[in-house]
């Protein structure tokens, strides 16, 4: 059983960066592919960036393309998410979610407002 939190959310204004953790405990999940997906308010969860179990390749919605990192420390079993040139559009709760196989395990989340 993997258990997933997640951290770093909070207020920054427009323009700004936050970087979110992902810590799994339990056991390793440097075999499991890692997503961060994020819900705002009355709309449905999407899908923010993804990593591959090794970290060797990763995928991003087409809105945070160039502003958005995810990144991996298999060795602290966390993986990240770097956010930056922040804008309204962003605010939602964000959430990890590591898969491998039929393993589908989903952090309790993190909440990102970005206001002035």
């Known amino acids: 059983q993997v258990q997933l939190v997640e951290s770093g959310g909070g207020l920054v204004q427009p323009g700004g960066s936050l970087r979110l953790s992902c810590l799994a405990s339990?056991?390793?999940?440097?075999?499991?592919?890692v997503n961060w997906h994020r819900q705002a308010p009355g709309k449905e969860r999407e899908l923010v960036a993804g990593?591959?179990?090794?970290?060797?390749?990763?995928t991003y919605v087409d809105s945070v393309k160039g502003r958005f990192t995810i990144s991996r420390d298999n060795g602290k079993n966390t993986v990240y998410l770097q956010m930056n040139s922040l804008n309204p559009e962003d605010t939602a709760v964000y959430y990890c979610?590591?898969?491998?196989?039929?393993?589908?395990?989903w952090g309790q989340g993190t909440q990102v407002t970005v206001s002035s």
């Open positions: 979610q590591a898969r491998w196989g039929i393993r589908n395990y």
């Open positions: 990593i591959s179990s090794t970290g060797g390749s990763s």
């Open positions: 339990g056991c390793s999940v440097s075999g499991y592919v």
